[in-house]
């Protein structure tokens, strides 16, 4: 062989020697993202499911933040192997009810109250309950001006996000238990209950429209930023200092054909909570990085480091606080008494939880039989 062409090899073989070397310089250098990527691109590869793709529907909010984060960080994608996880955002209940009836998403994150009345109004045969995603982060923040104790609300304006739905089901009991009376359909009343979008309420709360409001997180934390106080946290109503803000639902027929697909959802949020509670800060981080990618705008640090605290992210569906809730909305006329049997179906997540060695959870008897 050529002298020549015996330094040639030599640099070759040099040069793949050292590849990998400059592989890991590069990665520990920063190049991390390059890594993520590749990652995401693997998980999608792999083995595929009984189902093409899954359709996931949530919230552009905190108390959606299992979502925000297991979606934008790959880490339900990556239980899916090849099944495809196509996410769908909603800014209301009723809206991501009518994708999950009309048969244009499969699974969604979503408040107790639009779920009981789905499930009600279908007469049980639409949607399924298969695990709890977050607890608390609602508060009563008030004009401090205007308001100093609980009992200066009444004859003042409250806001609430929607007729019928949890926050205002939650200050009609509140108001309820005061002695004072309020239509729960026109809001009129001791209390004037005015149903304000969670996006119109920091403006409405500024041009002092509303005096105060019965919110979940960001909006409340948005109108303390503002001047707003917090005159009652909502989580100091309940035992243990807990109940359901966001459950995780299933279309029924989704369900009975693809139990392989939603028990792949349900171990990446299983992993996604775990992976939350262990890492408080970089998970606000990955949360607030998630909305400004849905929205355009990051969270300021004075609304999103007093809100993220406030809210417990938690695989248990809290079942037992859904049939408080559901009482409280009866109570308020809004609705008529619920027969909620076989709302939860906790199966599938109980075997996630089991093989990840974490206690089951309950259905407080409302599970399918």
Same mark, same amino acid.
């Given at each position: 062989?050529?002298?020549?062409?015996?330094?040639?090899?030599?640099?070759?073989?040099?040069?793949?020697?050292?590849?990998?070397?400059?592989?890991?310089?590069?990665?520990?250098?920063?190049?991390?993202?390059?890594?993520?990527?590749?990652?995401?691109?693997?998980?999608?590869?792999?083995?595929?499911?009984?189902?093409?793709?899954?359709?996931?529907?949530?919230?552009?909010?905190?108390?959606?933040?299992?979502?925000?984060? +297991?979606?934008?960080?790959?880490?339900?994608?990556?239980?899916? +192997?090849?099944?495809?996880?196509?996410?769908?955002?909603?800014?209301?209940?009723?809206?991501?009810?009518?994708?999950?009836?009309?048969?244009?998403?499969?699974?969604?994150?979503?408040?107790?109250?639009?779920?009981?009345?789905?499930?009600?109004?279908?007469?049980?045969?639409?949607?399924?309950?298969?695990?709890?995603?977050?607890?608390?982060?609602?508060?009563?923040?008030?004009?401090?001006?205007?308001?100093?104790?609980?009992?200066?609300? @009444?004859? @003042?304006?409250?806001?609430?996000?929607?007729?019928?739905?949890?926050?205002?089901?939650?200050?009609?009991?509140?108001?309820?238990?005061?002695?004072?009376?309020?239509?729960?359909?026109?809001?009129?009343?001791?209390?004037?209950?005015?149903?304000?979008?969670?996006?119109?309420?920091?403006?409405?709360?500024?041009?002092?429209?509303?005096?105060?409001?019965?919110?979940?997180?960001?909006?409340?934390?948005?109108?303390?930023?503002?001047?707003?106080?917090?005159?009652?946290?909502?989580?100091?109503?309940?035992?243990?200092?807990?109940?359901?803000?966001?459950?995780?639902?299933?279309?029924?027929?989704?369900?009975?054909?693809?139990?392989?697909?939603?028990?792949?959802?349900?171990?990446?949020?299983?992993?996604?909570?775990?992976?939350?509670?262990?890492?408080?800060?970089?998970?606000?981080?990955?949360?607030?990085?998630?909305?400004?990618?849905?929205?355009?705008?990051?969270?300021?640090?004075?609304?999103?480091?007093?809100?993220?605290?406030?809210?417990?992210?938690?695989?248990?569906?809290?079942?037992?606080?859904? @049939?408080?809730?559901?009482?409280?909305?009866?109570?308020?006329?809004?609705?008529?008494?619920?027969?909620?049997?076989?709302?939860?179906?906790?199966?599938?997540?109980?075997?996630?939880?089991?093989?990840?060695?974490?206690?089951?959870?309950?259905?407080?008897?409302? +599970?399918?039989?």
């Amino acid at each position: 062989m050529p002298a020549t062409t015996r330094t040639t090899l030599r640099r070759g073989l040099a040069a793949a020697a050292a590849l990998p070397l400059l592989i890991g310089a590069l990665a520990s250098c920063g190049y991390g993202s390059e890594s993520k990527n590749d990652e995401k691109k693997v998980a999608a590869e792999g083995k595929k499911l009984s189902a093409d793709t899954v359709r996931l529907g949530y919230f552009p909010n905190l108390t959606h933040a299992t979502a925000l984060i +297991g979606v934008q960080d790959g880490l339900i994608q990556k239980e899916l +192997g090849g099944t495809t996880l196509k996410p769908q955002t909603f800014n209301a209940g009723p809206s991501e009810i009518e994708a999950l009836n009309g048969g244009s998403l499969d699974i969604g994150f979503i408040g107790p109250s639009p779920s009981i009345n789905a499930y009600v109004k279908s007469k049980g045969s639409n949607l399924r309950i298969i695990s709890g995603s977050a607890s608390g982060g609602v508060k009563l923040v008030v004009n401090p001006d205007k308001i100093k104790t609980l009992d200066d609300i @009444k004859g @003042k304006r409250i806001a609430t996000p929607q007729k019928g739905n949890t926050q205002d089901v939650a200050l009609l009991n509140w108001i309820a238990e005061k002695g004072w009376k309020v239509d729960p359909e026109s809001g009129k009343g001791d209390v004037s209950v005015v149903r304000t979008d969670n996006k119109v309420t920091p403006d409405a709360f500024k041009s002092g429209s509303i005096d105060g409001a019965w919110v979940p997180e960001p909006t409340a934390s948005k109108l303390v930023s503002q001047g707003g106080t917090v005159l009652l946290d909502e989580t100091s109503l309940w035992p243990d200092k807990k109940f359901v803000i966001t459950n995780i639902i299933v279309s029924q027929k989704f369900l009975t054909e693809h139990p392989d697909v939603v028990e792949a959802v349900l171990t990446g949020t299983v992993k996604t909570n775990e992976w939350i509670n262990a890492n408080p800060d970089k998970a606000k981080t990955s949360a607030n990085a998630a909305l400004k990618a849905l929205g355009g705008k990051a969270l300021d640090a004075k609304v999103i480091d007093p809100a993220w605290p406030s809210i417990a992210i938690t695989d248990d569906p809290l079942a037992a606080t859904l @049939k408080t809730q559901s009482e409280w909305a009866v109570k308020a006329e809004l609705i008529k008494q619920p027969d909620l049997a076989g709302i939860y179906d906790l199966k599938l997540l109980n075997k996630v939880l089991k093989a990840a060695g974490k206690p089951e959870v309950s259905d407080a008897g409302l +599970g399918v039989k």
